[in-house]
């Protein structure tokens, strides 16, 4: 009985820790995030906007490092896979920002929370 005990144990931790690390977002290497990025600004959180159960920063570029942006963006910040939620954008603080173009004038971090820093 303790040996079946003790390998139900064993495989539910197993199971549990496979379903944890498979929604781990691991940090690319800076050349993979500007390579993979449409757009590398620094900007300025002006507000937070809810879209249903989406929100977005809209985000004033100060200095463009790559790409052609508008001179206000759109910037996801939750909505979908948490683990994908980069933790920023109060409003009045800087961000470096490595971005993906999604159309229609909003973006998204390339790396999670690992592509957008605080300044």
């Keep these: 009985m303790f040996k079946a005990l003790a390998k139900f144990v064993l495989v539910s931790t197993l199971v549990i820790s496979t379903d944890a690390i498979a929604n ?3 940090e690319l290497s800076l ?3 500007v390579s993979k990025a449409n757009v590398v600004i620094i900007g300025q959180a002006i507000s937070n ?3 249903s159960e989406k929100v977005y920063a ?3 570029v100060k200095s463009t490092l790559k790409g052609k ?3 206000v963006l759109l910037v996801l910040t939750r909505g979908g896979i948490a ?3 980069p ?3 109060t409003p009045g603080q800087s961000y470096l920002f490595f971005l993906e173009d999604r159309g229609g004038g909003k973006y998204q971090s390339v790396n999670g929370r690992f592509g957008i820093y605080p300044m």
């Design 31 to 33: 050349e993979a995030k």
């Design 69 to 71: 942006p508008a001179k």
């Design 83 to 85: 683990e994908f939620a």
């Design 49 to 51: 906007e809810s879209n």
């Design 24 to 26: 781990a977002v691991p």
């Design 58 to 60: 809209r985000v004033q």
């Design 87 to 89: 933790m920023c954008c």
